[in-house]
């Protein structure tokens, strides 16, 4: 297939070559110049604008940073519905709150196009391998159009319903704990190491311990370093756990673990450290006085 591929991301690199590798002929567009070099390199195409990465193109795929990049991406200047044929599938990736996500595939459905809302997780690691879960929710016809690409790039994939929107919500409760777990990592590996403990002995027990989890064993040994290199960004989780607070003010529900999670991340962008790869949550307790968990 002739895919277009829009935002070429840390995630959004492990998934066009994981199409590219697959035998799909992957024309990719991203306002970063060594993004688009890097997708030559790896055997696609570059586009100068995400209209001209879909032109001819049987599916689009979007994963770009929120909502607001996805709007501007598939509907702005130069954006996919100036390129892309009626009738072709916009599988869009991107990590927004549930009504965006019902919005942009409303507007996309009105303009002549199928749109599965597909979020995911697994990480870097996930997307590299063909291995990441799909939390995903579009009509029927999305959902046949979208088999090829969930074939190669994921593992585990989960339909939510008919329309768009669940997807998102579940990619939210997903990152409710995926948020929540890291601060809970970086308190961990903060405390310990503020306590006079050696951090790679810290998450060695933990490893092995009934304490440890995913986040603990992923991002721990990204604690020990200086978190230059971003996988997922502070940010990311500012953002995302923003959506959480948000979802739950508006449904009157009480999320009391997030919002205290919400304030390490703050805490680390705040100081400085918004960029930085997410295990550099630590540096909020840094900021704090404590200690460093750095090597």
Same mark, same amino acid.
């Given at each position: 297939?002739? $895919?277009?591929? $829009?935002?070429?991301?840390?995630?959004?690199?492990?998934?066009?070559?994981?199409?590219?590798?697959?035998?799909?002929?992957?024309?990719?567009?991203?306002?970063?110049?060594?993004?688009?070099?890097? #997708?030559?390199?790896?055997?696609?195409?570059?586009?100068?604008?995400?209209?001209?990465?879909?032109?001819?193109?049987?599916?689009?795929?979007?994963?770009?940073?929120?909502?607001?990049?996805?709007?501007?991406?598939?509907?702005?200047?130069?954006?996919?519905?100036?390129? +892309?044929?009626?009738?072709?599938?916009?599988? /869009?990736?991107?990590?927004?709150?549930?009504?965006?996500?019902?919005?942009?595939?409303?507007?996309?459905?009105?303009?002549?196009?199928?749109?599965?809302?597909?979020?995911?997780?697994?990480?870097?690691?996930?997307?590299?391998?063909?291995? +990441?879960?799909?939390?995903?929710?579009? /009509?029927?016809?999305?959902?046949?159009? =979208?088999?090829?690409? *969930?074939?190669?790039?994921?593992?585990?994939?989960?339909?939510?319903?008919? &329309?768009?929107?669940?997807?998102?919500?579940?990619?939210?409760?997903?990152? +409710? =704990?995926?948020?929540?777990?890291?601060?809970?990592?970086?308190?961990?590996?903060?405390?310990?190491?503020?306590?006079? #403990?050696?951090?790679?002995?810290?998450?060695?027990?933990?490893?092995?311990?009934?304490?440890?989890?995913?986040? $603990?064993?992923?991002?721990?040994?990204?604690? *020990?370093?200086?978190?230059?290199?971003?996988?997922?960004?502070?940010? $990311?989780?500012?953002?995302? *756990?923003?959506?959480?607070?948000?979802?739950? &003010?508006?449904?009157?529900?009480?999320?009391?673990?997030?919002?205290?999670? *919400?304030?390490?991340?703050?805490?680390?962008?705040?100081?400085?450290?918004?960029?930085?790869?997410?295990?550099?949550?630590?540096?909020?307790?840094?900021?704090?006085?404590?200690?460093?968990?750095?090597?």
């Amino acid at each position: 297939m002739r $895919i277009a591929f $829009i935002g070429l991301g840390a995630m959004g690199r492990g998934m066009a070559a994981t199409l590219i590798g697959a035998g799909h002929n992957v024309v990719g567009f991203d306002l970063s110049e060594a993004a688009l070099e890097w #997708l030559v390199g790896a055997g696609g195409q570059r586009a100068g604008s995400a209209a001209e990465a879909c032109a001819n193109a049987e599916a689009v795929v979007l994963m770009v940073v929120n909502a607001s990049q996805a709007e501007a991406a598939i509907f702005g200047s130069g954006g996919v519905v100036e390129g +892309l044929a009626p009738g072709v599938l916009i599988l /869009s990736s991107v990590t927004m709150p549930a009504e965006d996500a019902e919005r942009l595939g409303a507007r996309a459905a009105e303009a002549g196009f199928l749109y599965l809302d597909a979020p995911v997780s697994g990480g870097t690691v996930g997307a590299e391998s063909g291995s +990441l879960t799909f939390m995903a929710a579009g /009509s029927d016809a999305a959902w046949k159009a =979208a088999q090829p690409l *969930l074939d190669v790039m994921g593992q585990n994939v989960y339909r939510f319903g008919d &329309r768009p929107g669940p997807g998102s919500t579940m990619k939210m409760v997903h990152q +409710l =704990a995926a948020g929540c777990n890291l601060a809970v990592a970086a308190e961990v590996m903060s405390i310990g190491a503020h306590l006079g #403990l050696d951090p790679v002995q810290v998450l060695e027990v933990l490893n092995v311990s009934a304490g440890g989890s995913w986040m $603990i064993a992923n991002r721990g040994p990204r604690m *020990l370093t200086e978190g230059e290199d971003a996988k997922s960004a502070v940010d $990311i989780f500012v953002k995302d *756990l923003g959506i959480v607070l948000d979802a739950a &003010r508006g449904a009157r529900f009480p999320v009391p673990v997030s919002s205290a999670a *919400l304030q390490v991340f703050l805490g680390a962008s705040g100081a400085g450290f918004g960029g930085h790869d997410d295990s550099q949550a630590t540096r909020f307790y840094e900021h704090l006085g404590g200690k460093r968990v750095r090597r």
